[in-house]
């Protein structure tokens, strides 16, 4: 079973978009991805603000910076 992720982006962005297409193969397959919108929150948006669109594995914390596509996704799940 693939671990839990969390995608951090924000609306109006094209790569956080582009990386949720990216992600959809992933997730019709079983991979659960939560959007997380950075402007929700201020820690989120100092952390992420430069850097999204960022997949993060809830498991161990580590973290994915775009660009990425699928070789790296699914070295990142190992």
């Given at each position: 079973?693939?671990p839990?992720c ?18 959809m ?16 929150d ?29 070789d790296?996704v ?5």
């Amino acid at each position: 079973m693939p671990p839990e992720c969390r995608l951090f982006g924000t609306l109006g962005c094209h790569l956080c978009e582009v990386a949720e297409a990216e992600l959809m193969p992933f997730v019709e397959h079983g991979l659960l991805v939560e959007l997380i919108d950075i402007a929700e929150d201020e820690t989120w948006y100092e952390a992420y603000s430069l850097r999204i669109p960022v997949l993060r594995r809830i498991d161990t914390g580590a973290e994915l910076d775009w660009p990425f596509g699928a070789d790296e996704v699914v070295a990142f799940l190992r």
